[in-house]
């Protein structure tokens, strides 16, 4: 199957004026300036295939934002090898737009002082949808998204929940083959964060919507996403399935025990180790597998009287810091 994305030696270079301090320095910079390069993006490759959920994952500093700005053309990469659905972003902006959107979690592509449904009349235009089609799109994703009810207020005057709804819809009008999401849920509530999760991943299963996603909240990544890429120091560190990030990198489960009675002493095999021992309540930590689980479970119910047992395991944010 045919790659939609793909970037070979990925590179972004900034340039910075050198401001000078002092007098006859400052007048000379009038004349000549000069300029420090920085690196926003150096030697990044991946590839995405059709239909896929990928979360882009690096540290704030690391150039996330700026990597989906040179996928949509937004910024013209320094160097090497862009591929977007067979486009080149670069050569091909006219076409490529047609087929992919952005969706910025803290920049608006809505008319702030127009209503949303004027945006989306806007769009229809800009990318020629017939008016028998935009009819039924926009009533489908209007029912999806629930915005019936304020889709003809003012931007200005919506909520941020309401306005990245709107955002959303805007970004799927021309139905688009890839859409990128850079912070979709930030500074948004709990429920609202899982409906528009839900509806994500609805458009990816029936409409084929290939996801590509920079997030910090977690539950993002664990709820839409099927792989990971994780990137630092501008590098591909780790590139696989989701699935496969937690089984590899989950070395201990935590198990929870609450007695039914006081036990003072215990008599545990070397590979437990004991966090948290309060009278009738007891945390242990061992290695992740079937075995030592299996062994410590048969001395519990032969030698210790319990009433409830909790196992979990370290969260996906602690699995995500070891590679920082």
């Known amino acids: 199957m045919d790659n939609v994305i793909k970037v070979d030696d990925l590179k972004k270079v900034f340039r910075q004026e050198i401001k000078k ?29 059709p239909w896929e959920k990928v979360a882009f994952l690096w540290p ?35 076409k490529l737009v047609y087929k992919i959107w952005a969706v910025f979690g803290q920049t608006s592509r809505l008319w702030y002082h127009l209503s949303a449904y004027d945006t989306f009349t806007l769009f229809w235009k800009l990318f020629d949808i017939p008016e028998d089609k935009l009819k039924i799109r926009l009533e489908y994703l209007i029912k999806e998204f629930e915005i019936e009810k304020f889709m003809h207020s003012p931007v200005r005057k919506l909520s941020l929940w309401q306005r990245m709804r709107c955002e959303v819809v805007a970004s799927l009008i021309h139905n ?26 609805k458009i990816n299963l029936e409409e084929k919507t290939t996801i590509f996603l920079t997030s910090h909240d977690i539950w993002d990544i664990e709820e839409i996403c099927d792989r990971v890429i994780i990137i630092n120091y501008w590098k591909v560190i780790y590139d696989w399935e989701l699935k496969k990030l937690k089984s590899e990198h989950i070395k201990t489960k935590i198990l929870k025990i609450k007695f039914e009675k006081e036990i003072n002493n215990f008599s545990f095999p070397d590979f437990v180790k004991i966090i948290k021992n309060n009278w009738n ?44």
């Open 60 to 94: 704030n500093w690391a150039g996330k934002s700026t990597t989906i700005k040179m996928l949509t053309w937004i910024l013209k990469e320094t160097s090497w090898s862009i591929n977007v659905l067979w486009f080149n972003p670069s050569d091909d902006r006219e």
């Open 21 to 49: 301090q002092g007098f006859i320095p400052r007048i000379k910079s009038i004349f000549k300036w000069e300029y420090r390069e920085i690196d926003a993006v150096t030697n990044v490759s991946f590839e995405v295939k």
């Open 176 to 201: 688009p083959e890839i859409i990128f999401l850079d912070e979709p849920t930030i500074g948004l509530d709990m429920i609202a964060k899982q409906k528009l999760r839900n509806v994500i991943n």
């Open 281 to 324: 309540y007891l945390e242990l930590e061992i290695p992740n597998n079937k075995e030592n689980l299996k062994e410590l479970f048969d001395i519990l119910n032969s030698d210790y009287p319990y009433e409830d047992i909790t196992i979990t395991e370290p969260s996906m944010e602690d699995i995500i810091k070891t590679f920082y």
